[in-house]
């Protein structure tokens, strides 16, 4: 590493016992006690190379504008493809049942395999890069493994995904038009992140996996950055954050961090963690006060059905700091939400992301959202992921006869709609 670099970037400490490690040689998950390590940055040296002003006039649109608060030594040279830099798309005094409210939709739907998991990815890649590594791993429900399996095939590395038998078609379509080795495993979603750990270290790959891969939470992170500096260094009130793994919501939780450390911005925005009914383990924990403890999850949001949340710990955290809480929806209100939002906003969601929405919908019946209030749904990923779950709630009209009555006689028993 340059010393511009060495300086900036301080090591790794753990969220369990608070060892501390330097940042080379990389390792992914403490020796010590095996909890999951965060990127340690030296904020004074940042602040004196870095301003807001700097930040004003780079180019890009894409995460690469936040480099300074990432752990690699330099960006990639071509930042065409651009993973992040997605519209923070708004709906100002926003009359609700509830009063005026600001609302906001990141539409991290616009990323390049159309999922936030791009973020990670650009970072991981570049990462694994800068380590001299060509082959990357991931284990994934889809959205990781889609979008490893999309930036390989742009930076020319080569892709390895392990895939649970229950993930959606089109999202292993989507692996397999990038030209990924896909390796189907006869389990769930946690039995294909054990193995994919196994078989990065008996390769010697870089191992693209959520909940021990430190590197991959910065790049998550950079979407929280990236809404700081969407309102202009205003703080939202509360954003309500789709969480599986707790990866999302871990990273966005560190970027307003880093931002306070800064001097950016002086306060938090209550961060909450949304569950899927079938996949609770993080909000159970927060609403019981205890440790987190695995749930066999079953739910139609495949991207946060998780058992074990592999961040969870972090998640927490990042709920009780800011002082927001967790909340749960069920497959139908996730399948209601995912259609109001695209009826009402023109974001099209899959459904984690919906439930996002869902979420805050649930939140503001149950009267914890105030008129006044701020609020940004996290859209992370795209509805064309996952049709089917999207055909629930709507219905494909039949042939109607070609005829101009024929057609007004369908569009009046279905303009009300
Ligand atoms: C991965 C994913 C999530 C959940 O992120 P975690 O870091 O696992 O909590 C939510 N929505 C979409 C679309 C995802 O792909
Ligand atoms: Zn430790």
């Known amino acids: 590493m340059n010393k511009e670099n060495t300086k900036r970037i301080l090591g790794y400490k753990c969220v ?52 300074p608060l ?19 798309i708004s709906f100002p005094n926003l009359l609700t049942d509830i009063g005026k409210i600001n609302l906001y939709i990141k539409d991290d739907t616009r990323n390049p395999s159309g999922s936030l998991k791009d973020r990670a990815t650009e970072v991981g890649i570049r990462h694994a890069d800068e ?15 889609a979008s490893l399996a999309a930036l390989a095939a742009y930076y020319e590395k080569k892709a390895v995904i392990l895939a649970p038998a229950s993930a959606p078609p ?28 196994l078989v990065a270290e008996a390769n010697g790959w870089y191992s693209r996996s959520t909940g021990i891969n430190p590197v991959l939470a910065e790049g998550k992170k950079t ?72 749930v066999q999850s079953k739910t139609i949001a ?15 955290q990042a709920v009780q700091k800011t002082k927001g809480f967790g909340i749960t929806v069920s497959d139908d209100e ?12 023109g974001v099209f969601t899959e459904p984690a992301a919906a439930a996002a929405f869902a979420g805050f919908l649930k939140a503001m019946k149950r009267g914890t959202i105030h008129a006044g209030d701020s609020i940004v749904i996290l859209a992370s990923g795209t509805g064309l992921k996952d049709v089917p779950a999207a055909q629930e709630k709507i219905e494909i009209p039949k042939a109607q006869p070609k005829t101009l009555e024929g057609f007004l ?3 009046n028993k279905n303009k009300q709609k």
Not at 20 to 35: H, L
Not at 70 to 77: A, D, F, K, R, S
Request: charged share 20%.
């Open 302 to 316: 495949d991207s946060i059905s998780v058992d074990l949340p592999r961040d969870g710990e972090k998640a927490i």
């Open 131 to 145: 380590l001299g590594k060509n082959t990357i791993v991931a284990a994934s429900t889809g959205n990781a493994a």
């Open 16 to 67: 369990g016992c608070g060892e501390e490690y330097p940042f080379e040689p990389f390792i992914y998950q403490c020796p010590k006690c095996k909890s999951n390590l965060d990127v340690q940055y030296n904020y004074e040296l940042i602040k004196e190379i870095w301003s807001v002003d700097d930040l004003k006039q780079f180019p890009y649109q894409s995460l690469w504008r936040y480099h």
């Open 223 to 294: 979407v929280g950055l990236e809404i700081a500096e969407q309102l202009n260094w205003q703080v939202p009130n509360k954003i309500f954050v789709p969480t599986g793994d707790g990866c999302i919501i871990a990273g966005i939780y560190k970027a307003f961090l880093d931002l306070v450390r800064l001097g950016w911005i002086s306060k938090l925005p209550q961060l909450i963690a949304v569950q899927a009914e079938g996949s609770p383990a993080i909000v159970n924990a927060l609403n019981s006060g205890k440790p987190m403890v695995p």
């Open 70 to 88: 990432l752990p690699v030594e330099n960006p990639p040279e071509n930042l065409s493809m651009r993973s992040g830099g997605t519209p923070l």
């Open 170 to 197: 089109a999202k292993l379509t989507q692996i397999l038009q990038y030209g990924a080795i896909l390796y189907m495993v006869d389990g769930t979603y946690d039995d294909a992140f054990d193995l994919s750990i």
């Open 334 to 345: 996730i399948l209601v939400a995912q259609h109001r939002l695209a009826r009402n906003t």
């Open 409 to 411: 006689t369908f569009y």
